[in-house]
């Protein structure tokens, strides 16, 4: 009687670990392109991602470098303060997107141009995301709201 209850304990036990390890996995398949990280445009300069990899980019779009293009098609240059990064854009900006303002893109590094799919523009006068904070804050360019 007892090797039974324990035979039924032990196949339980060993039903439940497969189940979380499935479980696991499944949820690991689902999210691996839902996850996008962050990188500021000195990161990008430094370690170059494969063209392949989809990630986010976020700085201050440099004053004079926005170029509207044949149809949809905007390029500008993204910085840190540190090192720059072309963008390039098809689609409709935000309405506040514009220069010297903080903007976060998603898309891939391909030739040396950001690729973006799409293009994040601050809400109001004093937002800015804060992976851009970090980014320009580590660069020494970041300065708080007030301060001259």
Not at 10 to 34: K, N, P, Y
């Amino acid at each position: 009687m007892k090797t039974l209850k324990k035979r039924r304990r032990v196949q339980v036990i060993l039903l439940a670990v497969v189940a979380l390890v499935l479980a696991t996995g499944l949820i690991g398949f689902a999210m691996r392109d839902g996850i996008n990280f962050f990188r500021s445009p000195s990161q990008v300069i430094a370690e170059p991602p494969k063209p392949t990899e989809v990630f986010r980019i976020g700085g201050l779009v440099e004053e004079g470098s926005i170029i509207r293009g044949q149809g949809k098609t905007v390029r500008f240059v993204v910085t840190d303060g540190g090192e720059s990064v072309p963008v390039a854009f098809t689609g409709v900006l935000p309405d506040l997107f514009a220069e010297n303002q903080g903007m976060v893109g998603t898309g891939s590094y391909v030739n040396g141009v950001f690729e973006a799919t799409e293009i994040l523009a601050k809400h109001d006068e004093t937002y800015m995301p804060k992976e851009v904070v970090d980014a320009l804050k580590k660069q020494g360019v970041y300065k708080e709201a007030g301060e001259s």
